[in-house]
């Protein structure tokens, strides 16, 4: 946006981070079984568990369904604020499971407890991709930081945010179709939404850029008929 050099600092020790396979789901239902299943089987093994959401709507949902599944855990978003950085330093500890939205906890370090680093560390789910990349690239990077191993799995269906907002109503719910009747699609999904995910990118950016531009012209402007830009400006 700025046009401004970039210098990409190498990690301060190698990285262990682990992908797994991308789980794409017909149907939302589908999704969150799916990721209960995976919570369930992670949880068994001893390893902490930090699933990130994209609203505190659908954190509030999973946790009735882990719940349901008489799996304990700790959800974080706007109503644990108070809470919210003891419970992510907390989110390392063997056998902890923690939703959070995206915004919660960040700038707390999650460092994993004595004997986690043995059985693979944290593993982060990601529920859903959001509108930028930056933002589950901001989730991923909770698990394995510091030369600790960890693991990530990202999970999609056809029913999805992301794809309501880059293709419009009436295409998103012709791919929603798609996945009404299925539990599991193929892996080629995956990219698909991630094509989608970039069109949203490059939308917002689109936007930035517009905003940018006027600024610039009103600063311009003002400029030229003596005005100071900054002290003149409208409230």
Known sequence: MYKLNVIQIPTNRPNQRKQWQDEVSGNADAKWAAIVDEVRRVHEEGRPVLIGTRSIEKSETLSRQLDDAGINHQVLNAHEVEREADIVAQ???????TVATN???????????????????LHVICTELH????????????????GDPGSYRQFMSL??????????????E????????????SPQFAS???KAQAKV????????????????????????????????SAD
Do not use: N
């Open 192 to 194: 698909q939404t991630r």
């Open 91 to 97: 989110a390392g500890q063997s056998g902890k499971v």
């Open 201 to 232: 990118e490059k939308k917002h950016y689109r936007d930035r850029a517009t905003m940018l531009h006027h600024e610039k012209e009103r600063k311009k402007m003002q400029r030229e008929i003596g005005q100071d830009p900054y002290l003149d």
């Open 131 to 146: 509108d930028s990349a930056r933002i589950d690239r901001q989730l991923i990077g909770r698990c394995a930081r510091q």
């Open 174 to 185: 012709r791919i929603a179709k798609q996945g009404e009747e299925r539990d599991r699609v």
């Open 103 to 121: 915004m919660a906890g960040r700038g707390t370090a999650i460092k994993v407890s004595e004997g986690v680093a043995d059985i693979g560390g």
């Open 159 to 172: 029913d999805d945010d992301v794809l309501r907002e880059a293709h419009g109503r009436e295409k998103s």
